[in-house]
């Protein structure tokens, strides 16, 4: 009985190595030289729709020619497995607070479970998007990601929207920002903040019409099967 007991303890060892050393065996994406780096920032609780749509649409342009394309990657508290709130589980690629991370040109704040409430008590967390949003070209967030940005203290010169369920508590916990409630995306100097949901595709392709053009976003959208049309689509935009 004594020898199972030290056979299975080893075999279990095996199995589960220590997390220093899953993250020193760790293999990180590669980043393609001359495009811009996308960031993804999710922790526990992420909602899936709000970081996978953006991704796939970002993701995607790397298969067209003669474009600046996208490097897509994530970052989080941890290099262990995140659990999104629909039970996902993500391997994020950088530990933000433990290593130097590539330069970030856009950050994308999808939402999570708890982004009104402890989330917003995260100082380490908050003093993160308030250093890369010093130097990125463009901010954005989808559906309760705002308020990870408002909390940081970023829009608070900026036309803004969430969720459209939470605009009350938006407008209540951040009086003095300019909120707008019936569109599905405002963008407003470097910030591009969202309703969310299946929204968030617009939201993304309209990241990828600025920076590309329209015939380009036309194809990354017929690519995912979207109906494209900017000049449809409910937006507040100040030049």
């Not at 293999?27 to 709000?50: C, H, K, Q, S």
């Not at 497995?81 to 996902?88: A, Q």
Request: some cysteine; aromatic content about 10%; hydrophobic content about 40%.
């Amino acid at each position: 009985m004594a020898i199972g007991v030290v056979l299975f303890t080893l075999i279990a060892c095996q199995q589960h190595p220590n997390r220093e050393a899953s993250l020193s065996e760790r293999n990180p994406p590669v980043l393609e030289a001359g495009r811009y780096n996308v960031a993804f920032l999710i922790m526990d609780g992420v909602y899936n729709t709000e970081f996978t749509a953006p991704f796939d649409i970002f993701q995607h342009t790397q298969y067209r020619e003669n474009i600046k394309a996208m490097n897509t990657f994530t970052v989080a508290n941890t290099l262990e497995p995140i659990t999104s709130f629909e039970g996902l589980r993500i391997l994020p690629d950088f530990d933000y607070t433990r290593e130097e991370l590539p330069k970030i040109d856009i950050l994308v704040v999808p939402s999570a479970e708890h982004h009104l409430d402890t989330d917003l008590q995260d100082t380490t967390m908050l003093n993160f998007v308030r250093k890369v949003a010093k130097e990125t070209l463009y901010m954005t967030s989808h559906c309760d990601g705002a308020f990870v940005l408002a909390k940081a203290g970023l829009l608070e010169t900026v036309a803004s929207t969430t969720f459209p369920s939470d605009i009350v508590k938006y407008k209540a916990m951040f009086p003095n920002l300019e909120v707008k409630d019936s569109v599905l995306f405002v963008h407003d100097g470097k910030y591009i903040t969202s309703v969310g949901g299946a929204k968030s595709f617009e939201a993304a392709l309209y990241l990828c019409e600025l920076l590309y053009g329209k015939e380009i976003t036309k194809s990354l959208a017929q690519g995912l099967v979207i109906d494209w049309d900017l000049e449809t689509i409910p937006k507040f935009i100040r030049p």
